[in-house]
T-cell receptor
Framework: RKEVEQDPGPFNVPEGATVAFNCTYSNSASQSFFWYRQDCRKEPKLLMSVYSSGNEDGRFTAQLNRASQYISLLIRDSKLSDSATYLCVVGSNDYKLSFGAGTTVTVRA | SQTIHQWPATLVQPVGSPLSLECTVEGTSNPNLYWYRQAAGRGLQLLFYSVGIGQISSEVPQNLSASRPQDRQFILSSKKLLLSDSGFYLC????????????FGSGTQLSVL
C-alpha cells in the first residue's frame, strides 16, 4: 500500500464552481500535513499547511481527519488560475515527507 | 529571507555520460536537504536526503549518488547516466528537525538520449 494516495482526477470544473478532493495516508503516526500546488514543468509550491482543527486560506479550505487518516482540500469559487496538480504531503516523525501522485484540477471558462 | 538555487534548468546528456547537479540554499543554516525525481506524469520520488554535512541517506538504490560538501550545498551525481535517469530533478530544503515545510528549487529537466 502506498504511504499517500490521491485520486488522480482530472477534476474538470467550470469557473465559479466548488471542487473538493481527498488524500489518504497509511502511517497513523503522521504528524504534519500539507497541500502543494504544481504547475506543468514547474516546482511544487506550498499552498497551505493542514492543522488538526482545519484551516482556511481565502478560497481554500483544508481539513484533517485523523480517525480515518485522510486530509481534504476544498476550493471555492474556482478561477482559471486554479488549474494545476495538487499534491498531498505527509510527514511522520523523521526527516522524510511522503508525496501523493497528485490530483489534477482543470477549471474551464 | 531564504532562497534555494538549483542549476542547470535543462540538461540533455548522452547515455553513459556523467552528471552533476548542484543546489545551494541561502539565508539559513543547517537545513535538511533533499533530492527528488519526478518522471513524466508521475509523483515525486525521494532519492537522497541529508541532515548535515557529509551525512547522506539514500532512499532508492541506483546509479546516482549525492554529496553535501558544505552546510548549504547539495550535489547529485552520476558516473554513467542511463536512459531511465531522465526526469525532472528537484532539490528541496526544510528547517532542521522533522515535520517542516519543504521549499523547492526550480528544478532541472534532464533528458538522457
Amino acid at each position: 500500500r502506498k504511504e499517500v494516495e490521491q485520486d488522480p482526477g482530472p477534476f474538470n470544473v467550470p469557473e465559479g464552481a466548488t471542487v473538493a478532493f481527498n488524500c489518504t495516508y497509511s502511517n497513523s503516526a503522521s504528524q504534519s500535513f500539507f497541500w502543494y500546488r504544481q504547475d506543468c514543468r514547474k516546482e511544487p509550491k506550498l499552498l497551505m499547511s493542514v492543522y488538526s482543527s482545519g484551516n482556511e486560506d481565502g478560497r481554500f479550505t483544508a481539513q484533517l481527519n485523523r480517525a480515518s487518516q485522510y486530509i481534504s482540500l476544498l476550493i471555492r469559487d474556482s478561477k482559471l488560475s486554479d488549474s494545476a496538480t495538487y499534491l498531498c504531503v505527509v510527514g511522520s516523525n523523521d526527516y522524510k515527507l511522503s508525496f501523493g501522485a497528485g490530483t489534477t484540477v482543470t477549471v474551464r471558462a | 529571507s531564504q532562497t534555494i538555487h538549483q542549476w542547470p534548468a535543462t540538461l540533455v546528456q548522452p547515455v553513459g555520460s556523467p552528471l552533476s547537479l548542484e543546489c545551494t540554499v541561502e539565508g539559513t543554516s543547517n537545513p535538511n536537504l533533499y533530492w527528488y525525481r519526478q518522471a513524466a506524469g508521475r509523483g515525486l520520488q525521494l532519492l537522497f536526503y541529508s541532515v548535515g554535512i557529509g551525512q547522506i541517506s539514500s532512499e532508492v538504490p541506483q546509479n546516482l549518488s549525492a554529496s553535501r560538501p558544505q552546510d548549504r550545498q547539495f550535489i547529485l551525481s552520476s558516473k554513467k547516466l542511463l536512459l531511465s535517469d531522465s526526469g525532472f530533478y528537484l532539490c528541496a530544503w526544510t528547517r532542521s528537525g522533522g515535520n517542516e515545510k519543504l521549499f523547492f528549487g526550480s528544478g532541472t529537466q534532464l533528458s538522457v538520449l
